[in-house]
């Protein structure tokens, strides 16, 4: 049975780089209050007219180049987005349309800040089957077309950002490393907790103009309290699975919510916090797409070298979260 192993990293970041300063342009806030509560200091915004597909495409093409691959070696598109270029179709088919592909199936999965994590685990039941051998997984994200700009929005809006990541996943025999196991969990109990309710097949369209549904909503305490339990049983679920103590593992990659999410559960295993990639500071929370950013900006720095013990983890909205451990 062949191991699904990563071979090619890319990221892109839109060039507008807003800062927490200008932020105050909409918010009573203070690059203080972001700084000292989620480790943000900027984030990127795209250019309108904004397209998710094309900031992953972006990527793709990054992480295709270093695996060295065309667009048609892919056997298979998973694209992770919470915001879609459409409603509906997916920003999967405009990926694979853009791509210059005709009929290369392309499959979009909504499982927010976990859809990286979600993304993988597809990928690689796909690989080890011998279904697919060549699979291009993208998280991507524009986030500052659905930000509530008014003054009451300001506790969700301050903390997101536009980007995307990318990864190419190839089926390989004999390397000794890969994809070793991926660890999935949903909650729905607390769908409502962290949400943007509309546009809805639960609203006729003609309700939407003057409703609150558009913007985003979070019950920001909640979240934080669930993201730190569910984040840290994610890694130990992927600990003892690979049984690997939490030290023998070279670099930890966890969503970037928060930096608190991350010294929490650094705290909770006593290692340090240079065991874990971030860039929260640089991005904000990028949702599907700060997995893999982080991937490509941690390989790009020396941080990730082959042979290296590697565990992700994520939590987000639905509730979902989940973590995958791999040889990279
Ligand atoms: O990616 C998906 C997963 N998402 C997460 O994991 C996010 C989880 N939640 C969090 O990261 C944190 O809850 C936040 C960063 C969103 C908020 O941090 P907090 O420490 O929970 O702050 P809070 O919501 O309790 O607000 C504290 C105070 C409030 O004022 P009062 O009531 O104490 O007077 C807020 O009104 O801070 C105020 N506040 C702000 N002040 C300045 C809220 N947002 C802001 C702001 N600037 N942007």
Redesign the pocket.
Known sequence: MPSACITGVGMYVPPRVVTNEELRTW????DE??YA??GIKERRWAEEPASTAELGYYAAKEALQAAGKSPNEIDLIIFATLSPDLYFPGSGVLLQHRLGLETTPALDIRQ??SGFVYGLSIADQYIRTGTYRTILLVGAEIQSTWIDYNPEG??????FGDGAGAVVIEACEGENRGILSTHLYSQGAYAME?CVAEPSSATRAHTLPGSYGMRPY?N??E??RH?VQRMGEAVQVALTHQGWRPDEVDLYVL?Q??I??VQAVAEFFSLPMERFFNSIHKYG?T?AASIPICLAEAEREGRLRRGDKVILAA???GFTWGSAALIW
């Open positions: 918010y009573d806030t203070s209050w972001i509560r989620s927010q800040c300001r506790t969700v809006g301050v903390l962290l979070m920001g305490k979240v934080f993201a969503h919510a928060n608190r999410i929370n949702t939590f987000g909205s």
